[in-house]
């Protein structure tokens, strides 16, 4: 009976080894929670939210993420209509309607409160990052009520210079894979913010509906990112062209 617990302590240990070396499969698995096909239209709208729980702004973005690490944001409200954001691979521009020239920018460019370029373009951890098993923990989500599940506590590091956060702590369901809440650090390694993923349903999750973000370095507002519709479209490859754009054609 004595080499019971030795039995259990070597079956963890085997469990937890096949976790690790399946992270880039379990990555993809938790990608789907947020983006169902390589090439989606996403209607997405953002919030922010003061610290005393006020609403302050609102904005609504048309998001085509495409294959190969591409998107194209065209802003839709009447403050912004007309910009544009155009992702490709590690490269951004900003588009205005007045000017003949793209402008580069980065993908912390903030949008709205604590949402920035790179959280509203792009959505890919398995193509972005790699991956560690911390541990196995129970946490919950966003969702009132949510019972706290298992969870695997992932640490990521950024594998390319154009991404958001260089380092992300993520916390998945084990059962589904399905996102939780992040931990997004900068280049300097300090908690720039948190995130919690809103699920369509909690017990059997099929999709990330709203991202949360919380500010954690100076304003402490929320910024809620609202996927109000999915659908799969491939966008024309000449939307995919900075010079195309700046000609500001229509696009729809």
């Known amino acids: ?108 460019q903030k949008l709205l409160g604590d949402a920035s370029t790179g959280d509203i373009a792009t959505m890919s951890w398995a193509d972005d990052y790699s991956g560690t098993l911390v541990g196995e923990e129970r946490c919950g989500g966003a969702n009132p009520g949510a019972p706290q599940v298992p969870c695997l506590h992932l640490s990521l590091a950024a594998t390319r210079k154009g991404v958001t956060y260089q380092r992300i702590e993520l916390w998945l369901g084990k059962a589904r894979f399905e996102p939780l809440k992040a931990d997004l650090y900068v280049l300097s390694d300090k908690l720039a913010k948190q995130a919690i993923f809103v699920l369509d349903k909690p017990n059997a999750p099929t999709m990330v509906t709203e991202m949360v973000l919380s500010d954690q370095v100076n304003n402490h507002k929320t910024t809620h990112v609202r996927y109000l519709n999915r659908k799969e479209r491939q966008v024309p490859q000449e939307w995919l062209n900075p010079m195309f754009l700046v000609r500001n054609p229509p696009l729809d």
């Open 1 to 108: 009976m004595k080499t019971l617990p030795k039995i259990f302590a070597v079956l963890a240990l085997t469990a937890a080894s096949a976790i690790a070396q399946d992270i880039p499969t379990i990555l993809k698995a938790a990608d789907k929670f947020r983006m169902s096909a390589d090439n989606l239209q996403v209607d997405t709208q953002v919030n922010v939210v003061n610290a005393d729980g006020t609403p302050d702004k609102e904005r609504r973005y048309k998001v085509f993420a495409q294959a190969g690490r591409k998107s194209l944001v065209l802003m839709q409200s009447p403050a912004e209509k007309g910009q544009k954001v155009l992702m490709l691979g590690d490269d951004f521009w900003l588009l205005m309607p007045d000017s003949q020239r793209p402008l580069r920018i980065t993908p912390m």
